[in-house]
């Protein structure tokens, strides 16, 4: 990591109390980084300004199972009240972060009250996510999973794939050899393209309306 003198994101200026901002120190990580490993005592949360993050535990035959991805926003705000972390942050790309020491986050939490409520917006926000979440993993087939990966992570339709369709296969549950062959299917029929390092629909699936009886 290399800290540098830049200022804090904005929405994260307009979160944290001020007193809270000269405790956070700003750096940038290249790629393969870890950021924390499951087992470790807390120390840090993290706000991804750019570049991107994974969240990651080991499956049962020890290959990286992605939890959380993260472009911008919190990782390891689960650590806040835990005596260690549960699983693995890596940098996957090359990254602009913020760090926020706990133990001050954790103060200020309890001494400001309107510092808290944005806190508490900031986690139904995250809640929000990982509902849609759990509901792309209960989608029966890779297309299904891949096109609701675009719809709600997506900004306009396109997904961005600098860290690579392997990353992407982890975070949707399936074998990147499996979306491999799906991406090329959607392409083949036009349904998506990948421009600039970015996974975009170009047309809508036709819905499926149930018949009545």
Known sequence: MSTHARELPVELK??????????????????????FETGRRPAFMFY??????????HGIHGEPVVMQRCRRGFVGEASLHSSRYHCDARVVTDAEISRIPLRELGEA??????????????????????????????LNTVEARLIHLLDTEGSDGGYPVGAGLKSIAREIGVTHEALYRCVASLERRGIVNRIDGCLRRVVALPRVVARRT
Not at 121 to 135: F, K, S
């Open 14 to 35: 307009e979160l944290l109390p001020p007193r809270l901002h000269a405790r956070c120190a700003n750096g940038r990580y290249a790629r393969g980084t870890t950021l």
């Open 48 to 57: 991804v300004a750019s570049g991107e993050v994974t969240l990651e535990r």
């Open 109 to 138: 939490l309890d001494a400001d009250p309107s510092f808290a409520v944005r806190w508490i917006g900031m986690l139904n926000r995250e809640v929000r996510r990982l509902r849609l979440q759990c509901e792309r993993l209960s």
